[in-house]
Structure formats: structure tokens, C-alpha cells
């Protein structure tokens, strides 16, 4: 009997072996792979909300890499739109910490004069057929930042309907477009106050990728 369980063990033991091996294999030979997509993904994303014809630098390597209390508690990467080297806009990675089922990570272009070029959602968890609308695919509620600006600090109408602001909450959920709009108010108020400091700095990232959702 213990001879038969020891042979069952190491019979286990060296199929666990072998399937981490062909996983780590797997991902060996996929990651390359994998990792273009991502980029392609994000490349298309940042084409979505600054137009190429705006800008003449390659964005997806003329990026900062940022650590702020300011815009987010984790590290955020700022894409840098210029033609013939003058600023045109900045794509700005950021976390909406309080999402309805955790963070919503998104990608918020600004121009150069404060206005809203674009917004996309890259990552969440939030609700199907509810908060899930943040997605462009299941709705354009995204698009309703496009060309918006923030007059000031105390802008009040950056806020959903609920709370008296100017963008939709969702039918049965406000939870996700509040955090969403206060992501994206934020970073516009990390940008306005600090984007001659980010196109004054030298590149130092190398295209970090996230899906788009």
C-alpha cells in the first residue's frame, strides 16, 4: 500500500513538472507575440483620441513615465503628442480607484489648451449590462468628454446629472460614471497644472501596454 501511494506521488509529482514546463514553454514562444498585439492595441487606442495627422512624433515612444500622489497612488505613463516638436496633446494613463467591482484603468487625451480630446476605458471589472457601458463598444458615453475643458478647480458641472454635473449616469448604475468622471477630472487638473514640466522632460519609458476594452 505505501509503495503503491509513493509511486502515485512521484508519478504526480513529475506530471506537475512537466505541465509547468510546457506552460513555461508556451509562454516563451508566445510572448513576443502577445506583447505586439498589446501594442497594436494600444497604438490603434491612442490613433482613436489623437487624430496622427496632429502630430508628427512617434507617440507610443515619446512617453514619461509618472509617480504622483497627484494623479494616481500607482505609477501612470503620459503619451506626448508634438508637431515639429511643439506640444499638441498628451494621452495619459490613470486609475479610477473607486469603480462599482474595483479599478477602472483608463487612457484620457488632453490638448494642449485644456480641452478634452478623448477618453478610453482599457480595463475594469464593472458591471455587464450596467457599468460596462464605459466601454466604447457598448456605448459612446465615452465620447461626451470630447472637446469638454475644466474651467477651474471648483468646476462644478464635472459630475454626473445625479450630482448635479453634466454627464449621464447609467440606468441602475452611478457608481461607475461618477468614478469615471473624477478619473478624468483629475488627470485634466494633473495636466493643466504640470504639462509644460512633461513636455520639457526627455523620454523615459518604452511604450508600456494595456488592453483596450
Known sequence: MRISIEKNAKILALFAVICTTVVGFVHFITKDRIALQEQQKLLTTLASIIAPER????????????????????????????????????????????????????????????????????????????????????????????????LDKNDSRWAVAKDGGMFDQFTGATITPRAVVKAVRKTTEYFNKHKAQLFSQAANCRGEVQNEQ
Open 55 to 150: 502630430h508628427n512624433n512617434d507617440i507610443y515612444q515619446d512617453c514619461i513615465i509618472i509617480n504622483s500622489i497627484e494623479l494616481s497612488s500607482t505609477q501612470q505613463t503620459a503619451y506626448l503628442a508634438r508637431f515639429t516638436n511643439e506640444p499638441v496633446a498628451a494621452a495619459i494613463t490613470t486609475t479610477a480607484p473607486d469603480g462599482y467591482n474595483g479599478n477602472i484603468e483608463l487612457l484620457v487625451a488632453i490638448n494642449i489648451d485644456g480641452s478634452i480630446s478623448g477618453v478610453r476605458t482599457l480595463k475594469h471589472q464593472e458591471t455587464p449590462g450596467l457599468g460596462d457601458k464605459i466601454e466604447l463598444r457598448k456605448s459612446p458615453w465615452t465620447l461626451s468628454f470630447t472637446g469638454r475643458k475644466l
